[in-house]
T-cell receptor, first 113, second 116 residues
Framework: DAMVIQNPRYQVTQFGKPVTLSCSQTLNHNVMYWYQQKSSQAPKLLFHYYDKDFNNEADTPDNFQSRRPNTSFCFLDIRSPGLGDAAMYLC????????????FGPGTRLTVL | AQKVTQAQTEISVVEKEDVTLDCVYE???????LFWYKQPPSGELVFLIR??????QNEISGRYSWNFQKSTSSFNFTITASQVVDSAVYFCAYFAGGTSYGKLTFGQGTILTVHP
């Protein structure tokens, strides 16, 4: 029944060691988003895809990259994680109707040692 | 730019009390959408309600109700007879109309704690 799936739910990495978080969806939505949510803060959009078109937020660090090989999957790559990148990472999807809500996955909590 | 303000950082109530979470937004758009999401301790953001800028009709869903007033740019959320399971962080969010994609602008969130 899960519609937006994120793996793993918890990820521990070392300072500077590349890490990849994954997201998959069964909704066949055109739009997929990656948000970063730090403790006690609101989610902050990093980037999103409309189909294969990538849209980066202006303040997203270069350290964060994304790939979307097909409609169902989207990956978040952190090339050199710093201690400040420890956060919850939320994936969301949305249909193309402006009236649609975004459906969120359960998130991946990233710890950087 | 759009802005969403949830003035209440934390609210604490005792079970069965009614509680209202405030949300105020700023925009120059004529078409937009407002949302409320619930984030329980597990972390997932759960969609609660959507309102578009042309629909000021209030809505009730079980113990939840929403009051949308364009005149005051507010979209407040009331939980009647609160329960412990309502304890969560609640986010109000804004989405600009006119595009089929684009980002949600979130308020800062309100932490609701319902005590037995």
């Amino acid at each position: 029944d899960a519609m937006v799936i994120q793996n793993p739910r918890y990820q521990v990495t070392q300072f500077g060691k590349p890490v990849t978080l994954s997201c998959s969806q069964t909704l066949n939505h055109n739009v997929m988003y990656w948000y970063q949510q730090k403790s006690s803060q609101a989610p902050k959009l990093l980037f999103h895809y409309y189909d294969k078109d990538f849209n980066n937020e202006a303040d997203t660090p270069d350290n964060f990259q994304s790939r979307r090989p097909n409609t169902s999957f989207c990956f978040l790559d952190i090339r050199s994680p710093g201690l400040g990148d420890a956060a919850m990472y939320l994936c969301a999807t949305k249909g193309t109707n402006p009236n649609n809500e975004q459906f969120f996955g359960p998130g991946t909590r990233l710890t950087v040692l | 730019a759009q802005k969403v303000t949830q003035a209440q950082t934390e609210i604490s109530v005792v079970e069965k009390e009614d509680v209202t979470l405030d949300c105020v937004y700023e925009t120059r758009d004529t078409t937009y959408y407002l949302f409320w999401y619930k984030q329980p301790p597990s972390g997932e953001l759960v969609f609660l309600i959507r309102r578009n800028s042309f629909d000021e009709q209030n809505e009730i869903s079980g113990r939840y109700s929403w009051n949308f007033q364009k005149s005051t740019s507010s979209f407040n959320f009331t939980i009647t007879a609160s329960q412990v399971v309502d304890s969560a962080v609640y986010f109000c969010a804004y989405f600009a109309g006119g595009t089929s994609y684009g980002k949600l602008t979130f308020g800062q969130g309100t932490i609701l704690t319902v005590h037995p």
